[in-house]
Structure formats: structure tokens, C-alpha cells
């Protein structure tokens, strides 16, 4: 859906559909200098990572893998503990594999880091992550994203994947909710 479909429930677009798409063609082509003559697999985390994942392996003129986990973050409401918990694992044997985490956004980095240090133990050949939003808390962690689409404002935002109560994942643009919905 358009965010016409959603009357007054955005503040602002942040991201267009079309500036999302062209910058996940620029980390495509970027992803396929750096991975040029190795294998990669991409390891999507549920669900918020759907339409990225789906718009950035197609982007990708190579054979890719995908692969798929799940996983819950302890918190209270809205803030992630970093204790988490794998609701469904990996079908696929990472033992010297060049993995690409695809991830949706990342905020606290808490959950990143713990699924990077669970991949890491796992003998993978190299593990590298691939984010299309950041916000301004993830520079001070430690997880370091290869490939970042874009840098965001502190705000909460919905669509193009990211949800508000399980709504608005199928929105194509980004944008930030309005208070009224939430309030
Ligand atoms: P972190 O552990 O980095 O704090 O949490 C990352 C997760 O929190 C994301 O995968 C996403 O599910 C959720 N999240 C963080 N910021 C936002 C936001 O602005 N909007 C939505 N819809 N989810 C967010």
C-alpha cells in the first residue's frame, strides 16, 4: 500500500520506494565487487528483514542463498535487552561460509550483537551485515555494518517491512508514525 492508503497516520516519508530501491541497487553492486568470486549466503531475520531481503537479492545480478532466522529479544515494551531467544534456526551449515546478515534496521544494535557472536561460533569463513536503516544509537556499539542504506533520525518509523502491532509492514515507503496512532 501507499501512504495515501494510510490518511494522516504518517508525520513524514522519510524514504521513498524509489529512493529505496535505488540505494539497494548501489549496495548490490557494491556487495558484488566485494563477494566477487566467493559464494555468499544471506541469513534475513524475520520478519521485519522481508522486503529487504527480497528487493536486495534481487538487485543482485549472481546466485545468492537465503536463508532465514527468527529470533525474540527480551525486553520490557519497546526496549531491546540483548537476551534473546532463536525461534527458528538456520536450515543451513554455516562452516565456511561468507555470510551477509540482512537486516531492516538497526537501533540499540543489542539483538545484532548477540546474532553475530551466535553466527561467529559457528565456523563461518567471514560474517558481514547489511542494513538498510541505522539509527543514531548504533554508533556507539560495537556491530559494525558493511553495508548501511541509510543513516536516520532517533524517530520510530513504519513500512517497507517494519511494523507498528504487525500494521503497515506492507507499506512501500518509510515513514514516521504519528503519535495519534500510538497514543
Ligand atoms: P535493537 O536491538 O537494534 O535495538 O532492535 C532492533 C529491532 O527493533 C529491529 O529489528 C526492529 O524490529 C525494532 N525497531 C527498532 N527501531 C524501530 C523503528 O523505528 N520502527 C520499527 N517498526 N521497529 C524498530
Redesign the pocket.
Known sequence: MEHTDVPGDLTETLLTEQQIQGRLRELAAQIEIDYAGRDILLVG?LK?AVMVMADLARSLDRHVEMDWMAIS?YGSGTT?SGVVRILKDLDTDLTGRHVIVV??????????SWLISNLRSRGPASVEIATLLR?PD?LQMRVEPKYVGFDIPDA???GYG???DERYRNLRCIGTLSPHVYS
Open positions: 531475520v521485519g529479544s531491546s537486516e531492516d534496521i538497526i537501533d540499540t544494535g543489542l539483538t545484532l539509527k548504533a520510530f518509523v513504519v517494519l511494523d507498528f
